[in-house]
């Protein structure tokens, strides 16, 4: 069935994470379809329409001109262009800039309609063993402020926990994770649909050992059992300062 691609509306179109054969066939369709396509990171969205024989147009649409562009492409769109939104991986909106320009078009009356596809945090999530049943999504934790706070909030948090990290931080992360809420059954997942895709499965006192002997490449998904679920609970607040104001910001998605 061909996609239908209309004027002034905005696609939120999901790209693969890792293997280019898990685009979509209306993913393709209308990303050759449309007027523009926002991207997060244009050389990697180049490459993907180039691997596929697309030439629509690119713009970027990052953290840094968010507010600028977003403006902008609301215009394109309310004077009857379409345009495709794509992320640099993965599914548009989930710890990316996506969201600004959303909402936007949203409050503008722009029709915004989804072409759903890969997402890591879905990828991570089934594979995992943990329950998912029910689940909440933290993205990328702080860095630093209120990072402690928010570790200490997962303590009773009874659903399955995922989060987004940086390889550069996930040894700190795993660590602050087993002092806040214990030596709960956690998973880590890397590279997911890429030739070296891993996922380590264990306590999170074993997966912390597992990284300091071999530290993991590539972005990452950590999953904890919530509180209660496989018989586990979270340990009292423990005494301690907080040492966030030492890292440095860094890594992403």
Same mark, same amino acid.
């Given at each position: 069935?061909?996609? =239908?691609?209309? %004027?002034?509306?905005?696609?939120?179109?999901?790209?693969? $994470?890792?293997?280019?054969?898990?685009?979509?066939?209306?993913?393709?369709?209308?990303?050759? %379809? !449309?007027?523009?396509?926002?991207?997060?990171?244009?050389?990697?969205?180049?490459?993907?329409?180039?691997?596929? %024989? $697309?030439?629509?147009?690119?713009? *970027?649409?990052?953290?840094?001109?968010?507010?600028?562009?977003?403006?902008?492409?609301? @215009?394109?769109?309310?004077?009857?262009?379409? /345009?495709?939104?794509?992320?640099?991986?993965?599914?548009?909106?989930? +710890?990316?800039?996506? &969201?600004?320009?959303? #909402?936007?078009?949203?409050?503008?009356?722009?029709?915004?309609?989804?072409?759903?596809?890969?997402?890591?945090?879905?990828?991570?999530?089934?594979?995992?063993?943990?329950?998912?049943?029910? &689940?909440?999504?933290?993205? &990328?934790?702080?860095?630093?402020?209120?990072?402690? +706070?928010?570790? =200490?909030?997962?303590?009773?948090?009874?659903?399955?926990?995922?989060?987004? =990290? *940086?390889?550069? #931080? !996930?040894?700190?992360?795993?660590?602050?994770?087993?002092?806040?809420?214990?030596? @709960?059954?956690? !998973?880590?997942?890397?590279?997911?649909?890429?030739? &070296?895709?891993?996922?380590?499965?264990?306590?999170? *006192?074993?997966?912390?050992?597992?990284?300091? @002997?071999?530290?993991?490449?590539?972005?990452?998904?950590?999953? /904890?059992?919530?509180?209660?679920? *496989?018989?586990?609970?979270?340990?009292?607040?423990?005494?301690?300062?907080?040492?966030?104001?030492?890292?440095?910001?860094?890594?992403?998605?």
């Amino acid at each position: 069935m061909t996609a =239908e691609v209309h %004027g002034g509306t905005l696609y939120v179109v999901s790209t693969p $994470i890792g293997n280019l054969g898990d685009i979509t066939l209306r993913a393709l369709e209308v990303l050759k %379809g !449309v007027d523009l396509v926002a991207a997060e990171d244009t050389r990697t969205t180049g490459n993907l329409l180039r691997h596929f %024989g $697309i030439d629509s147009p690119l713009v *970027s649409f990052h953290s840094h001109n968010e507010t600028r562009r977003a403006e902008g492409l609301v @215009r394109e769109l309310c004077g009857g262009k379409s /345009v495709a939104l794509a992320t640099d991986a993965g599914t548009p909106g989930v +710890s990316d800039p996506a &969201f600004a320009l959303v #909402r936007e078009a949203v409050a503008a009356g722009v029709p915004v309609v989804p072409v759903p596809g890969a997402s890591a945090l879905l990828a991570a999530l089934v594979v995992s063993g943990l329950p998912t049943d029910r &689940f909440v999504f933290e993205g &990328f934790l702080p860095t630093k402020k209120g990072r402690r +706070s928010k570790l =200490e909030r997962l303590r009773a948090e009874e659903r399955t926990v995922v989060i987004y =990290e *940086s390889p550069f #931080r !996930v040894e700190r992360t795993l660590r602050d994770l087993l002092e806040a809420v214990g030596d @709960r059954p956690a !998973v880590l997942a890397r590279e997911l649909t890429k030739k &070296f895709e891993e996922v380590r499965r264990g306590s999170l *006192s074993e997966l912390l050992a597992g990284v300091r @002997r071999r530290a993991p490449k590539g972005e990452c998904v950590i999953m /904890v059992a919530g509180a209660g679920r *496989s018989g586990v609970k979270g340990p009292e607040p423990a005494d301690r300062e907080d040492d966030d104001a030492d890292d440095e910001e860094g890594g992403g998605r």
